[in-house]
Protein backbone atom coordinates (compact mmCIF):
# COMPACT_ATOMS: atom_id res chain seq x y z
CA UNK A 1 0.00 0.00 0.00
CA UNK A 2 3.09 2.37 0.07
CA UNK A 3 3.75 4.62 3.24
CA UNK A 4 1.74 5.79 5.50
CA UNK A 5 0.24 9.26 4.65
CA UNK A 6 -0.50 11.04 7.68
CA UNK A 7 -3.79 13.13 8.10
CA UNK A 8 -2.58 17.02 8.10
CA UNK A 9 -4.73 18.23 11.07
CA UNK A 10 -3.51 21.31 10.71
CA UNK A 11 -4.93 21.68 6.82
CA UNK A 12 -7.94 20.43 8.17
CA UNK A 13 -8.69 22.46 10.86
CA UNK A 14 -8.03 25.37 8.67
CA UNK A 15 -10.33 24.22 5.97
CA UNK A 16 -12.96 23.29 9.08
CA UNK A 17 -12.73 27.23 10.42
CA UNK A 18 -13.44 28.56 6.84
CA UNK A 19 -16.40 26.32 6.43
CA UNK A 20 -17.81 26.56 9.94
CA UNK A 21 -16.69 30.29 10.78
CA UNK A 22 -15.55 28.69 13.63
CA UNK A 23 -11.72 28.97 15.71
CA UNK A 24 -10.90 25.51 16.05
CA UNK A 25 -7.67 24.85 17.57
CA UNK A 26 -5.08 22.79 16.50
CA UNK A 27 -2.40 20.74 17.59
CA UNK A 28 0.33 18.84 15.45
CA UNK A 29 0.60 16.13 17.71
CA UNK A 30 0.23 12.74 16.31
CA UNK A 31 -0.84 9.53 19.14
CA UNK A 32 0.16 5.62 18.60
CA UNK A 33 -3.60 4.51 18.63
CA UNK A 34 -1.54 0.92 19.89
CA UNK A 35 -0.43 1.97 22.89
CA UNK A 36 -1.71 1.02 26.53
CA UNK A 37 -3.77 3.33 28.34
CA UNK A 38 -1.74 4.11 31.03
CA UNK A 39 1.12 4.86 28.31
CA UNK A 40 -1.69 6.89 26.21
CA UNK A 41 -2.62 8.98 29.31
CA UNK A 42 0.38 11.55 29.48
CA UNK A 43 0.04 12.17 25.60
CA UNK A 44 -3.59 13.02 25.65
CA UNK A 45 -2.95 15.25 28.87
CA UNK A 46 -0.03 16.69 26.80
CA UNK A 47 -2.63 17.31 23.56
CA UNK A 48 -5.37 18.75 25.66
CA UNK A 49 -3.02 21.06 27.11
CA UNK A 50 -1.63 22.21 23.78
CA UNK A 51 -4.92 22.64 22.61
CA UNK A 52 -7.05 25.07 25.55
CA UNK A 53 -4.25 27.64 26.59
CA UNK A 54 -6.39 27.89 29.67
CA UNK A 55 -4.75 24.51 31.30
CA UNK A 56 -2.05 24.27 30.33
CA UNK A 57 -0.68 25.28 33.75
CA UNK A 58 -2.42 22.54 35.10
CA UNK A 59 -1.09 19.74 36.86
CA UNK A 60 -1.44 16.39 35.26
CA UNK A 61 -3.14 15.38 38.44
CA UNK A 62 -5.85 17.50 37.52
CA UNK A 63 -7.02 15.18 34.40
CA UNK A 64 -8.15 11.71 34.09
CA UNK A 65 -8.26 9.33 31.01
CA UNK A 66 -10.54 6.25 30.60
CA UNK A 67 -11.35 4.29 27.33
CA UNK A 68 -15.20 4.95 26.21
CA UNK A 69 -14.98 2.19 23.54
CA UNK A 70 -12.82 0.72 21.16
CA UNK A 71 -14.34 0.23 17.57
CA UNK A 72 -12.96 -1.61 14.79
CA UNK A 73 -11.63 1.59 13.03
CA UNK A 74 -11.07 3.64 16.10
CA UNK A 75 -10.48 4.04 19.78
CA UNK A 76 -12.75 6.66 22.03
CA UNK A 77 -11.39 7.82 25.40
CA UNK A 78 -13.28 10.32 27.85
CA UNK A 79 -10.78 13.04 29.42
CA UNK A 80 -12.20 14.65 32.93
CA UNK A 81 -10.12 17.82 34.55
CA UNK A 82 -10.42 19.42 37.51
CA UNK A 83 -10.39 22.73 37.31
CA UNK A 84 -8.65 25.04 39.60
CA UNK A 85 -12.03 26.91 40.70
CA UNK A 86 -12.93 23.31 41.10
CA UNK A 87 -15.30 22.90 38.39
CA UNK A 88 -15.47 19.71 36.27
CA UNK A 89 -15.38 19.38 32.57
CA UNK A 90 -15.49 16.18 30.13
CA UNK A 91 -14.41 15.78 26.75
CA UNK A 92 -13.78 13.28 23.91
CA UNK A 93 -10.92 11.98 22.05
CA UNK A 94 -11.18 10.71 18.80
CA UNK A 95 -7.92 8.39 17.92
CA UNK A 96 -8.29 7.34 14.04
CA UNK A 97 -6.96 3.87 13.34
CA UNK A 98 -4.25 3.38 11.59
CA UNK A 99 -4.16 4.41 8.01
CA UNK A 100 -8.13 4.81 8.08
CA UNK A 101 -7.10 8.04 5.20
CA UNK A 102 -7.39 5.01 2.63
CA UNK A 103 -11.01 4.39 3.15
CA UNK A 104 -12.45 8.13 5.13
CA UNK A 105 -12.18 11.05 3.48
CA UNK A 106 -11.07 13.48 7.06
CA UNK A 107 -11.77 16.40 5.42
CA UNK A 108 -15.49 15.94 3.75
CA UNK A 109 -16.11 14.24 7.64
CA UNK A 110 -14.40 17.59 9.17
CA UNK A 111 -16.10 19.97 6.60
CA UNK A 112 -19.80 18.16 7.72
CA UNK A 113 -19.51 18.20 11.43
CA UNK A 114 -20.18 21.86 12.05
CA UNK A 115 -23.37 21.94 10.19
CA UNK A 116 -24.00 18.87 11.34
CA UNK A 117 -23.72 20.14 15.28
CA UNK A 118 -25.18 23.50 14.66
CA UNK A 119 -28.72 21.18 13.53
CA UNK A 120 -28.27 19.26 16.63
CA UNK A 121 -26.56 16.15 15.67
CA UNK A 122 -23.08 14.69 17.38
CA UNK A 123 -20.46 16.49 19.47
CA UNK A 124 -19.52 19.48 19.14
CA UNK A 125 -16.07 19.87 17.60
CA UNK A 126 -13.64 21.43 20.21
CA UNK A 127 -10.23 20.62 18.13
CA UNK A 128 -8.42 18.63 16.06
CA UNK A 129 -4.58 16.97 15.70
CA UNK A 130 -2.43 14.79 13.51
CA UNK A 131 -5.06 11.97 13.83
CA UNK A 132 -8.12 12.77 15.82
CA UNK A 133 -10.39 14.99 16.68
CA UNK A 134 -11.38 16.11 20.13
CA UNK A 135 -14.97 16.87 20.57
CA UNK A 136 -18.06 17.57 23.25
CA UNK A 137 -18.73 14.73 25.63
CA UNK A 138 -22.04 13.04 25.12
CA UNK A 139 -23.61 11.39 28.45
CA UNK A 140 -25.38 8.72 27.20
CA UNK A 141 -25.11 5.22 26.71
CA UNK A 142 -24.06 3.43 23.43
CA UNK A 143 -26.90 1.21 21.78
CA UNK A 144 -26.26 -2.46 21.07
CA UNK A 145 -27.86 -3.98 17.67
CA UNK A 146 -30.84 -5.64 19.48
CA UNK A 147 -31.67 -2.29 20.66
CA UNK A 148 -32.07 -0.55 17.92
CA UNK A 149 -34.99 -3.27 16.94
CA UNK A 150 -37.25 -2.06 19.83
CA UNK A 151 -40.14 -0.17 18.38
CA UNK A 152 -39.84 2.90 20.54
CA UNK A 153 -36.25 3.20 19.62
CA UNK A 154 -36.60 2.09 15.69
CA UNK A 155 -39.27 4.89 15.55
CA UNK A 156 -37.27 7.60 17.39
CA UNK A 157 -34.16 6.38 14.99
CA UNK A 158 -36.21 6.87 12.02
CA UNK A 159 -37.91 10.59 12.79
CA UNK A 160 -33.77 11.67 13.17
CA UNK A 161 -32.73 9.82 10.65
CA UNK A 162 -35.55 12.17 8.44
CA UNK A 163 -34.27 15.16 10.45
CA UNK A 164 -30.43 14.20 9.76
CA UNK A 165 -31.15 14.06 5.78
CA UNK A 166 -32.68 17.64 5.84
CA UNK A 167 -29.61 18.90 6.88
CA UNK A 168 -27.95 20.75 4.13
CA UNK A 169 -24.19 20.67 3.98
CA UNK A 170 -22.53 23.35 1.16
CA UNK A 171 -21.18 21.95 -1.34
CA UNK A 172 -21.36 19.00 -4.70
CA UNK A 173 -24.69 17.34 -3.62
CA UNK A 174 -23.64 14.43 -6.01
CA UNK A 175 -23.78 11.43 -4.43
CA UNK A 176 -20.28 9.76 -3.51
CA UNK A 177 -21.16 6.20 -2.92
CA UNK A 178 -20.13 4.78 -6.35
CA UNK A 179 -17.36 6.65 -6.77
CA UNK A 180 -16.21 5.46 -3.07
CA UNK A 181 -16.72 2.04 -4.27
CA UNK A 182 -14.81 2.27 -7.31
CA UNK A 183 -12.05 3.77 -5.38
CA UNK A 184 -11.79 1.04 -2.87
CA UNK A 185 -11.96 -1.84 -5.16
CA UNK A 186 -9.44 -0.12 -7.12
CA UNK A 187 -6.75 -0.81 -3.96
CA UNK A 188 -8.54 -3.56 -3.12
CA UNK A 189 -7.90 -5.50 -6.51
CA UNK A 190 -3.97 -4.82 -5.78
CA UNK A 191 -3.24 -6.02 -2.37
CA UNK A 192 -0.43 -8.28 -1.18
CA UNK A 193 -0.57 -10.15 2.31
CA UNK A 194 2.35 -11.02 3.91
CA UNK A 195 0.70 -14.12 5.64
CA UNK A 196 0.78 -16.90 3.28
CA UNK A 197 -2.58 -17.97 4.68
CA UNK A 198 -4.47 -14.46 3.92
CA UNK A 199 -3.27 -14.14 0.57
CA UNK A 200 -4.42 -17.61 -0.57
CA UNK A 201 -8.06 -16.82 0.43
CA UNK A 202 -7.65 -12.91 -0.80
CA UNK A 203 -6.34 -14.96 -4.08
CA UNK A 204 -9.92 -16.81 -4.05
CA UNK A 205 -11.61 -13.87 -4.48
CA UNK A 206 -12.98 -12.80 -8.42
CA UNK A 207 -12.53 -9.20 -8.56
CA UNK A 208 -14.12 -9.17 -12.20
CA UNK A 209 -17.56 -10.96 -10.24
CA UNK A 210 -16.99 -8.32 -7.41
CA UNK A 211 -16.79 -5.20 -10.15
CA UNK A 212 -20.28 -7.03 -12.25
CA UNK A 213 -22.11 -6.91 -9.25
CA UNK A 214 -21.50 -3.18 -8.44
CA UNK A 215 -21.86 -2.48 -12.30
CA UNK A 216 -25.40 -4.41 -12.23
CA UNK A 217 -26.26 -2.94 -9.09
CA UNK A 218 -25.65 0.51 -9.95
CA UNK A 219 -27.65 0.50 -13.11
CA UNK A 220 -30.54 -1.02 -10.98
CA UNK A 221 -31.05 1.37 -8.25
CA UNK A 222 -30.41 4.28 -10.79
CA UNK A 223 -34.04 3.48 -11.84
CA UNK A 224 -35.20 3.40 -8.62
CA UNK A 225 -34.58 7.45 -8.49
CA UNK A 226 -34.09 7.38 -4.88
CA UNK A 227 -33.98 10.87 -3.29
CA UNK A 228 -30.07 12.19 -2.81
CA UNK A 229 -29.73 13.36 0.88
CA UNK A 230 -26.64 13.76 3.33
CA UNK A 231 -26.46 10.34 4.56
CA UNK A 232 -24.71 9.14 7.80
CA UNK A 233 -23.70 5.60 5.94
CA UNK A 234 -22.39 4.12 8.84
CA UNK A 235 -25.62 3.80 11.31
CA UNK A 236 -24.81 0.98 13.67
CA UNK A 237 -25.62 0.26 16.90
CA UNK A 238 -21.73 2.13 18.26
CA UNK A 239 -23.08 5.30 16.83
CA UNK A 240 -25.89 5.56 18.75
CA UNK A 241 -26.08 7.16 22.06
CA UNK A 242 -29.18 7.16 24.24
CA UNK A 243 -29.10 9.45 27.58
CA UNK A 244 -32.16 7.16 28.92
CA UNK A 245 -32.70 10.12 32.07
CA UNK A 246 -33.52 12.48 29.50
CA UNK A 247 -34.79 10.21 27.06
CA UNK A 248 -32.84 11.57 24.44
CA UNK A 249 -31.04 10.00 21.22
CA UNK A 250 -27.56 10.86 19.42
CA UNK A 251 -26.30 10.21 16.33
CA UNK A 252 -22.40 10.54 16.49
CA UNK A 253 -19.51 10.05 14.38
CA UNK A 254 -19.83 11.17 11.22
CA UNK A 255 -16.90 9.74 9.12
CA UNK A 256 -18.55 8.61 6.04
CA UNK A 257 -20.87 10.55 6.05
CA UNK A 258 -21.69 12.24 2.21
CA UNK A 259 -24.42 12.90 -0.42
CA UNK A 260 -25.74 9.57 -0.59
CA UNK A 261 -29.15 7.65 -1.81
CA UNK A 262 -32.12 8.13 1.05
CA UNK A 263 -32.16 4.34 0.79
CA UNK A 264 -28.97 3.12 0.89
CA UNK A 265 -28.27 5.22 4.11
CA UNK A 266 -31.96 3.34 5.73
CA UNK A 267 -30.89 -0.27 4.17
CA UNK A 268 -27.49 -0.01 5.84
CA UNK A 269 -29.06 0.70 9.01
CA UNK A 270 -31.00 -2.27 8.49
CA UNK A 271 -28.01 -4.34 7.52
CA UNK A 272 -26.29 -3.62 10.65
CA UNK A 273 -29.34 -5.25 13.33
CA UNK A 274 -27.02 -8.59 12.41
CA UNK A 275 -24.28 -6.30 14.36
CA UNK A 276 -20.37 -7.65 13.62
CA UNK A 277 -21.38 -11.07 14.16
CA UNK A 278 -23.33 -11.19 10.59
CA UNK A 279 -26.49 -12.94 12.44
CA UNK A 280 -28.92 -11.50 9.66
CA UNK A 281 -31.64 -13.40 11.22
CA UNK A 282 -32.08 -10.00 12.85
CA UNK A 283 -32.64 -8.16 10.16
CA UNK A 284 -35.82 -6.55 10.49
CA UNK A 285 -39.25 -8.22 8.80
CA UNK A 286 -41.66 -6.29 6.97
CA UNK A 287 -43.48 -5.39 9.47
CA UNK A 288 -40.92 -3.86 11.60
CA UNK A 289 -39.49 -2.65 8.76
CA UNK A 290 -42.91 -0.50 7.95
CA UNK A 291 -43.10 0.63 11.28
CA UNK A 292 -39.89 2.44 10.72
CA UNK A 293 -41.02 3.79 6.98
CA UNK A 294 -43.64 5.24 8.84
CA UNK A 295 -41.93 7.30 11.13
CA UNK A 296 -39.42 8.52 8.65
CA UNK A 297 -41.91 9.43 6.12
CA UNK A 298 -44.42 10.99 8.63
CA UNK A 299 -42.74 11.78 11.93
CA UNK A 300 -46.11 13.74 12.98
CA UNK A 301 -48.49 11.15 11.67
CA UNK A 302 -47.17 7.94 11.08
CA UNK A 303 -50.64 6.57 9.94
CA UNK A 304 -51.28 8.32 7.80
CA UNK A 305 -48.51 7.51 5.45
CA UNK A 306 -50.00 5.81 1.97
CA UNK A 307 -49.30 1.84 1.49
CA UNK A 308 -48.21 2.74 -1.65
CA UNK A 309 -45.14 4.98 -0.39
CA UNK A 310 -44.51 2.47 2.10
CA UNK A 311 -44.39 -0.45 -0.51
CA UNK A 312 -42.18 1.82 -2.74
CA UNK A 313 -39.48 3.18 0.01
CA UNK A 314 -39.70 -1.06 0.90
CA UNK A 315 -38.31 -1.79 -2.63
CA UNK A 316 -36.16 0.66 -2.47
CA UNK A 317 -34.55 -0.28 0.92
CA UNK A 318 -34.09 -3.79 0.45
CA UNK A 319 -32.41 -3.03 -3.46
CA UNK A 320 -29.53 -1.03 -1.84
CA UNK A 321 -29.12 -3.28 1.05
CA UNK A 322 -26.83 -5.66 -1.23
CA UNK A 323 -25.12 -2.56 -2.14
CA UNK A 324 -24.59 -1.68 1.77
CA UNK A 325 -23.11 -5.72 1.55
CA UNK A 326 -21.03 -5.05 -1.22
CA UNK A 327 -19.78 -2.07 -0.07
CA UNK A 328 -18.61 -2.94 3.27
CA UNK A 329 -17.33 -6.46 1.86
CA UNK A 330 -14.89 -3.84 -0.57
CA UNK A 331 -13.54 -2.09 2.32
CA UNK A 332 -12.98 -5.00 5.10
CA UNK A 333 -10.51 -6.07 2.47
CA UNK A 334 -9.02 -3.18 2.42
CA UNK A 335 -8.95 -2.59 6.54
CA UNK A 336 -7.79 -6.62 6.56
CA UNK A 337 -4.66 -4.94 4.55
CA UNK A 338 -3.80 -2.47 6.39
CA UNK A 339 -5.14 -1.90 10.21
CA UNK A 340 -3.48 -3.19 13.40
CA UNK A 341 -6.86 -3.88 14.89
CA UNK A 342 -7.13 -7.14 15.76
CA UNK A 343 -10.49 -7.88 13.57
CA UNK A 344 -10.93 -10.78 10.97
CA UNK A 345 -11.52 -8.28 8.02
CA UNK A 346 -11.21 -11.04 5.34
CA UNK A 347 -13.42 -13.48 7.00
CA UNK A 348 -15.82 -10.05 7.60
CA UNK A 349 -15.11 -9.93 3.46
CA UNK A 350 -16.62 -13.23 3.01
CA UNK A 351 -19.21 -13.13 5.34
CA UNK A 352 -20.83 -9.90 3.66
CA UNK A 353 -20.02 -10.74 0.18
CA UNK A 354 -21.73 -14.37 1.54
CA UNK A 355 -25.24 -12.74 1.78
CA UNK A 356 -25.05 -10.16 -0.58
CA UNK A 357 -25.13 -13.51 -2.88
CA UNK A 358 -28.02 -15.18 -0.53
CA UNK A 359 -30.02 -11.72 -1.06
CA UNK A 360 -29.67 -11.02 -4.67
CA UNK A 361 -32.44 -12.78 -5.87
CA UNK A 362 -35.36 -11.89 -3.71
CA UNK A 363 -34.30 -8.17 -4.20
CA UNK A 364 -34.11 -7.93 -7.85
CA UNK A 365 -37.26 -9.79 -8.09
CA UNK A 366 -39.00 -6.74 -5.90
CA UNK A 367 -37.01 -3.96 -7.87
CA UNK A 368 -38.02 -5.18 -11.07
CA UNK A 369 -41.62 -5.73 -9.93
CA UNK A 370 -41.81 -2.31 -8.93
CA UNK A 371 -40.30 -0.52 -11.59
CA UNK A 372 -42.15 -3.17 -14.09
CA UNK A 373 -45.56 -1.66 -12.33
CA UNK A 374 -44.04 1.57 -13.01
CA UNK A 375 -43.55 1.08 -16.72
CA UNK A 376 -40.40 1.47 -16.09
CA UNK A 377 -37.69 -1.28 -17.76
Known sequence: ?????????????????????????SSHLIIDITLPLPQ?????????????????????SHFAVETVSGGITNLLLKVSVKEDDGSDFSLTVRLYGPNTEFVIDRNRELQ????????????????????????????????SPLDMSKPKLSADIARQLRKFHEVEIPGSREPQLWND??????????????????????????????RDAVSELKDLTAMLNAPVVFAHNDLLSGNLMLNEDEE????IDFEYGSYSY???????????????????????????????????????????????????????????KLVSHLYWAVWA?????????????LDYFF??????????????SLAKSLLAGCGTG
Open 262 to 320: RGYDIANHFNEYAGFDCDYSLYPDKDAQYHFFRHYLHPDEPQEVPEEDLNSLYVETNTY
Open 181 to 210: MTKFLEKASGLKFDDIEKQRRYETISFEEV
Open 112 to 143: AIGYLSAAGFGAKLLGVFGNGTVQSFIDARTL
Open 248 to 251: KLYF
Open 333 to 345: LIQANVSSIDFDY
Open 40 to 60: LTPTIISLCKDLFKKWSVLDD
Open 351 to 364: LRYKEYKKQKEESF
Open 1 to 25: MGAQKIWNGMEVAEEAREQCSSDIP
